[in-house]
């Protein structure tokens, strides 16, 4: 009797979780599926597939937004793989994650508009540079700013992964690399990267996916000099109401996420228990 | 004990602050009858104090709710939860919201003022003999330069962005109907062409201009003008009104070869419900004392001749805000396009964009 009741409670903690996922999660992503397969005037059909295969803007866009995204991706986690060991390394670690973590409070917006003004001709950026005599330079609407910004903002999503799994390990193993005569360099490319490899995945998961379809830093930072997919999206739910193009870009991105979650989940093997602690 | 006297006054601060609260909810949404008027516009686009005013002539409480794109409000009307009495939707819009039955036509025995209005701004093509809509702001596309950067009145005309001397200099309104829309008007081609070839012909002359294109931005364009960030930026008169009055080497020229003429008009969306309001409304701010006192405000160009007499002459003699009537006559007003169109002329918009 008393089991039975048990039971029915643990399905009743399953329905909060089951209706979220179904109506936010499987829902939407059946709707935009749906979605694109009508065309401007709610005809079924795969034309809009057909233009975004065939069209070298949209083409070539995918290539600028998979390129882009990488090189964020690449930014952020050459700043924060060292950043996370060296947290780990400190007195007090969970005072220096929660600082790291800290601009993930202020609303996106603010930062990037934040940025405009150390960016800008008359900004900090550009009054250091004339300082020490290099003068002042175009930073906004560059390459160089658009991903710093990017990076910037993407940075405690992936220290938070990688600190998890950096803490996990088992400073034994190192140790015991030294002792059998390893070089540095070998003991963090065979011991130490290994192990916390699960936790770069999960950064990179983090970080390359929201990266693919950043638009409003495309327009602020970028001046619309860099186009992702993002902005057409935008621009066929807001100006054109060509509903079923912005699915089949919305589609085409889940596909594109669907790849890189496949491609860097791998191997789901657990390590060997006795790896871990 | 103690805990549950305190509890029970902590109750009862609650419940009286929230019926203060709701006393005064109340109050300020004006939901105590029928003397209110409710007005759906764009953000910061009528004189506060005009309503203050029409309010103590009236008696009409007006409650001001604002989009920020004609799409938004097309949609919004459409859905029509919320009873708008007068909306301000611009050219192309007032023709579309006609042609999806949106619109209630005006009752011209009820309108005084009408003859305020300049001829020159009725019986346009998006509302032949006003039947829907009473001129409320007009204004133009044009170019802002800044005399920091470039020597007083060298521009002129479209064509003149592309100089290799203006490289990285210039910033773009980031709007698919207004970048196509000068190229096409540099061409010497209508504004609203339907014309597939023409068009991919003003997008081949604006991948030329990308060099000089330093970035296609929105609302911030002011900002950057202000700071002296860039030379030039192309925008509309409204917003380059408030750029000028931020920094005193900005000034705004308007092609005289063509460019855009745009109007945003006063119309009773089908969701009314206060028509005496509306007609109380329309009639205050058909007054030239009234429109010229928004005028001065707003900074955009008011259609009300009268009013136009009113203002001080720095403002009414600007040919900067005021075009003189050969500028006039060679803008164009948009057109309201089929979706097919407004998709191509995105398309091509888009693929300018991606040009580097």
């Known amino acids: 009797m008393q089991r ?28 935009l599926i749906y979605q694109s397969f009508f065309n401007i005037d709610g005809q079924f059909t795969l034309g809009n597939y057909q233009t975004y295969f065939t069209s070298s803007t949209y083409l070539m866009m995918t290539v600028n937004s998979v390129w882009y995204a990488f090189l964020i991706t690449l930014a952020t986690l050459l700043i924060s793989y060292p950043t996370a060991y060296l947290l780990n390394e400190t007195k007090h670690p969970q005072l ?26 008359v900004g900090i950026a550009n009054q250091f540079l ?81 990266s693919l379809s950043l638009f409003m830093l495309t327009r602020l930072i970028g001046g619309n000099k860099v186009i992702t997919l993002g902005t057409a999206i935008e621009e066929h739910f807001l100006t054109t109401m060509n509903w079923g193009m912005g699915s089949t870009i919305g589609v085409v991105l889940i596909i594109a996420m669907v790849i890189i979650m496949w491609l860097t989940g791998g191997s789901k093997r657990r390590p060997r228990k006795g790896l871990t602690k | ?48 104090s005009l309503l203050t005013k029409f309010q103590k002539q009236t008696g009409y409480h007006v409650n001001v709710e604002t989009f920020d794109s004609n799409e938004a ?13 007068l909306t301000v939707p611009s050219d192309y ?41 009473v001129p409320y702001f007009w204004g133009t596309l044009g170019i802002i330069y800044n005399d920091k950067f470039v020597q007083p009145g060298s521009i002129q005309h479209w064509n003149q962005l592309w ?91 308007v092609p005289t070869e063509g460019s855009n003429l745009w109007f945003d008009n006063l119309v009773i969306p089908k969701t009314a419900k206060h028509f005496k309001a509306i007609y109380a409304f329309l009639n205050f701010m058909s007054e030239p004392q009234n429109a010229a006192k928004n005028a001065e405000y707003i900074g955009y160009a008011t259609p009300n001749q009268k009013a136009k007499t009113l203002l001080p002459k720095a ?29 191509l002329y995105n398309d091509r918009y888009l693929e300018f964009k991606m040009h580097h």
């Open chain 2, 1 to 48: 004990m103690k805990k549950l006297i305190s509890a029970i006054i902590g109750l009862l601060a609650v419940c009286a602050l929230l019926a203060f609260g709701a006393h005064n909810l109340q109050a300020s949404s004006g939901s105590n009858g029928s003397k209110i008027l409710n007005l759906y516009t764009w953000g910061d686009y009528i004189d506060p």
């Open chain 1, 130 to 210: 004339s300082f020490i005599g290099i003068g002042p330079k175009q930073l906004l609407f560059t390459n160089f700013s658009f991903i710093f910004v990017a990076a910037y903002i993407q940075i405690p999503f992936m220290v938070l992964p990688i600190y998890n799994a950096v803490s996990e390990l088992n400073p034994s193993y190192v140790n015991a690399s030294r002792d059998l005569g390893a070089t540095p360099w070998q003991t963090f490319s065979r011991v130490i990267f290994p192990l916390t490899l699960p936790g770069v995945k999960a950064g990179i998961q983090a970080v390359f996916i929201p």
């Open chain 2, 73 to 85: 409000m097309f949609t919004k009307i459409k859905q029509g939860g919320t009873s708008y009495d």
């Open chain 2, 315 to 343: 403002i009414r003699n600007d040919r900067q805000f005021y075009p003189d009537n050969r500028t006039i006559s060679h803008l164009q007003i948009y057109q309201d396009l089929s979706p097919e169109l407004v998709g």
């Open chain 1, 4 to 31: 039975k009741q048990k039971l029915t409670r643990n399905t009743a903690y399953f329905v909060p979780y089951t209706l979220w996922i179904v109506l936010f999660v499987i829902a939407p992503v059946i709707l």
């Open chain 1, 96 to 121: 220096w994650l929660l600082l790291i973590i800290m601009p993930t409070w202020i609303n996106l917006l603010l930062k990037a508009y934040a940025f405009i003004g150390i960016f800008s001709q």
């Open chain 2, 93 to 133: 819009m007032i023709e579309k919201m006609k042609a999806a039955k949106l619109l209630l036509p005006l009752d011209k025995k009820r309108l005084t003022g009408m003859q305020n209005y300049d001829p020159r701004f009725m019986n346009l093509a998006f509302d032949r003999h006003n039947k829907y809509s």
């Open chain 2, 163 to 253: 100089q290799k001397k203006y490289r990285n200099q210039i910033m773009l309104i980031d709007s698919a109907r207004d970048v196509m829309g000068f190229a096409l008007a540099s061409n010497g081609q209508s504004m609203n062409t339907t014309n597939p070839a023409t068009l991919l012909a003003a997008r081949n002359k604006l991948n030329k201009l990308s060099p000089n294109v330093k970035a296609v931005v929105a609302d911030e364009i002011k900002m950057y003008m202000i700071q002296n960030e860039a030379a030039i930026a192309v925008d509309w008169s409204g917003e380059a009104a408030e750029m000028l009055a931020g920094n005193s080497h900005l000034h705004y020229v």
